[in-house]
């Protein structure tokens, strides 16, 4: 499944995490997450691509204490298949999980990957 990943670690701010292999990956985020607010927990489909948001699922927090969220644009085809917030966490989440892990206590974010 192809996506962008956005999220925060520990001491650094929301950063892309995973770009889904485009140059700016901003202008497809704003479009997808623009109108949601800023609730906790958001799935919604714009088109044929999909806008995932959940808190972290451990609990990891940001050093103002706040709960990491992990935001998700979902790229075609792959949206097509997430049907809600736990489904996409269910699907999302085992493929970065790993990476999370690694980048959160970090300084500072790692170079997006495509």
Same mark, same amino acid.
């Given at each position: 499944?192809?996506?962008?990943?956005?999220?925060?670690?520990?001491?650094?701010?929301? +950063?892309?995490?995973?770009? %889904?292999? $485009?140059?700016? &990956?901003? /202008?497809?985020?704003?479009?997808?997450? !623009? =109108?949601?607010?800023?609730?906790?927990?958001?799935?919604? +489909?714009?088109?044929?691509? %999909?806008? $995932?948001?959940? &808190?972290? /699922?451990?609990?990891?927090?940001?050093? !103002? =204490?706040?709960?990491?969220?992990?935001?998700?644009?979902?790229?075609?085809?792959?949206?097509?298949?997430?049907?809600?917030?736990?489904?996409?966490?269910?699907?999302?989440?085992?493929?970065?999980?790993?990476?999370?892990?690694?980048?959160?206590?970090?300084?500072?974010?790692?170079?997006?990957?495509?």
């Amino acid at each position: 499944m192809s996506f962008l990943w956005a999220t925060r670690g520990r001491t650094w701010g929301f +950063r892309f995490v995973v770009t %889904g292999g $485009l140059a700016d &990956p901003l /202008p497809v985020y704003d479009d997808v997450f !623009s =109108g949601v607010g800023d609730a906790a927990e958001v799935w919604r +489909r714009v088109g044929a691509r %999909g806008a $995932l948001r959940f &808190p972290d /699922p451990l609990d990891r927090q940001d050093r !103002s =204490g706040r709960v990491v969220r992990h935001e998700f644009v979902l790229l075609e085809p792959g949206a097509a298949e997430i049907v809600s917030v736990e489904d996409g966490r269910d699907r999302l989440w085992p493929e970065v999980a790993t990476t999370f892990q690694e980048i959160y206590e970090l300084p500072a974010p790692p170079p997006p990957r495509g």
